[in-house]
């Protein structure tokens, strides 16, 4: 999709979606330029009328990742946002008004090489398929095949499916039903997950089973609120699993009876003061000192707290031993030291 692969071998991208109304381009565009600096490589803006169509090609202009467009309901919002130039679309073929429709959608998309989503949601599946109302995994599949067969039909392939339910056992046999049965590169994601914490949970659960079974191609954590958290929530999961790395790991205890120093507040000051590096680095921040260096072996560099005051450290190695209240900024400057003077 434009500049980036999805699919196969490629590493797991991470994308999200504006809450900003699309037809407000100034206000559009610094909600994009929020999520790209937190490192988001996709993102979809929903495209409910003509002049958020219209708005496309400012949205667009000098934007370094793909747009996608949300399209519902009305495939003249698919055609003019192709001719805006976006370079994917997220339809759900079963609602935009019939084969004729679709085709008209396909055929552009397939001049222009814009790969198309097919976005099956749990809370919108075709009546035929859930039965009395109860929506299953296997009628969220059935309905991703049946337009899956319609873009075949028409010879079109560039394909991506979702099959998002905002309950996670559900969405989790969904997708592990689907990709036993096609190859096309899957988007995965809890729906309607929540607010930052519940939502954050829910989606590291099901993103995160998913990805450790290798299903999913690219993620979308769906938050309810700033959706730089869920660019953030996105590469914690794929940081945890090991699959993606960016920034700074922070690798901090709990705290104990043993601690003597107010940890809490420092780890919390020290992953403020690294949250805009993007390097591949473990900090660690311990409580104790008995303990700390020993459990941090494998970070870079570290603090462990004594009593009004602590050690730094660097794999696992003692270095200096600091007053309680300078020890963040002598982590700093010792972090400073490791990526050869870079100031942040
Ligand atoms: S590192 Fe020390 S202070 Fe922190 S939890 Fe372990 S024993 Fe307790």
Redesign the pocket.
């Known amino acids: 999709m434009g500049n980036v692969t999805i699919g196969g071998d490629a590493p797991i991208t991470v994308q999200s979606m504006t809450n900003t109304d699309t037809r407000n381009v100034a206000q559009t565009r610094a909600q994009i330029n929020n999520l790209v600096k937190a490192g988001c490589e996709i993102i979809r803006v929903a495209v409910p009328d003509m002049e958020a169509a219209k708005a496309l090609p400012q949205i667009k202009q000098g934007l370094g990742i793909p747009l996608v467009a949300d399209i519902h309901f009305d495939y003249r919002l698919a055609l003019a946002s192709l001719e805006a130039g976006v370079e994917g679309l997220r339809i759900n073929p079963g609602n935009i008004g019939g084969e004729d429709k679709v085709a008209a959608v396909v055929k552009e998309a397939k001049r222009k090489k814009v790969p198309i989503r097919i976005g099956v949601n749990a809370g919108s599946l075709e009546k035929d398929l859930a039965v009395g109302g109860a929506v299953t995994p296997e009628a969220m599949v059935q309905s991703a095949l049946r337009h899956i067969t319609m873009l075949e039909k028409m010879d079109f392939y560039d394909i991506k499916v979702s099959l998002k339910a905002s309950d996670v056992p559900l969405m989790l046999e969904a997708y592990r039903l689907l990709a036993g049965r096609v190859d096309y590169p899957l988007h995965i994601g809890v729906t309607e997950a929540g607010t930052l914490f519940r939502g954050s949970i829910k989606s590291a659960v099901g993103i995160g089973i998913l990805l450790w079974e290798g299903i999913g191609d690219t993620v979308r954590v769906s938050l309810t609120g700033d959706p730089v958290h869920e660019v953030s929530a996105a590469y914690e999961i794929l940081k945890s699993l090991g699959l993606r790395q960016r920034g700074v790991e922070i690798i901090s205890?709990?705290?104990?009876?043993?601690?003597q120093i107010d940890?809490i507040t420092i780890a919390g000051e020290v992953e403020e003061r690294l949250a805009a590096l993007d390097e591949p680095l473990k900090v660690a921040v311990?409580?104790?000192?008995?303990?700390?260096p020993g459990?941090?072996k494998h970070a870079d560099v570290g603090i462990?707290?004594g009593k009004g005051e602590g050690l730094i450290f660097r794999k696992g190695k003692v270095i200096r031993k600091v007053k309680e209240e300078l020890l963040v900024e002598e982590l700093i400057k010792e972090i400073d030291q490791i990526i050869n003077g870079r100031n942040f």
């Open positions: 205890c709990p705290t104990c009876g043993r601690t940890l311990m409580g104790c000192v008995v303990n700390g459990e941090a462990a707290g």
